[in-house]
């Protein structure tokens, strides 16, 4: 990280700058590229890197941090070969816009919470599958096929419980605000190649699969509905698929015919 990045006030101990670093810059080393003019206002560019080689399957992006309100405002992934494949830019901000509290009507029984910055902290724990289970109420499958030289490294657990403000998607699971969910990551590896399994379960039922990019493939897994897709520009694919109350995702650059061999080789749910 650069000196000079190191003075900017994002990282004082207030709210937004523990959202901004737990969940935007968690697992990334920042640095300062410059200053640049975003419809009139001064943003700060930052370029962010894997603190980790093949760290959740990602690679440099760039954000764009408004250097009077320290609102993100724009923001660019790369894949691996550093071309962008996503771009998000946020618009027509407007901040402490005045709205009376009589506005916001509490349900009666209902408890008002002030988040602090320990709500906003979203540092994943590697741990064993033994250690998982704990956490996870749901039963927890595993492929009985690998390609050669696959080994399990580590596993990674995520619930409403941890983040209850934010909504999350990941590869097809999305959970919004106060809906319960759980999850569990398995990270396979063989050298710097990766395969990573996401299930899930939520209270109120999963959403019907869609495509990624547009450009999935509907498929069957075990007589299950479920789609592969091309993601992180096509560098990675995503076999996808669900019954009733689990998710399944296998994340990986194998090709077709080995993430079938894998998905089929899971026990019934």
Known sequence: MSDDF??????????????LNGIILNGKLPSLLGTENIDGNNAYVLELTPSEKNESLQWKSKIWVDGENWMLIRCELYDNEGNPYLEIEI?????????PDSEFKVPDGAQVKVLGSEDFKNETEKMTLEEAKQFIDFEILTPEYLPEGYEFNYSMVSSSKDMPYSTFVHSGFSVFAGQHYEKITLV???????????????????????DFENEGEYIQVNNMNGTISPIFGGNMKALTWQDEELEVTIISSLDKAELLNIAESFPEA
């Open 6 to 19: 190191n003075d900017l006030k994002l990282f004082e101990p207030d709210v937004y700058a523990e959202f």
């Open 91 to 99: 618009r027509d901000v407007k901040l402490n816009a005045g709205i």
């Open 188 to 210: 396979y590896t063989k050298g710097d190649n990766e395969i990573r399994i996401i299930e899930g379960v939520s209270e109120k039922g999963l959403p019907e699969i869609q």
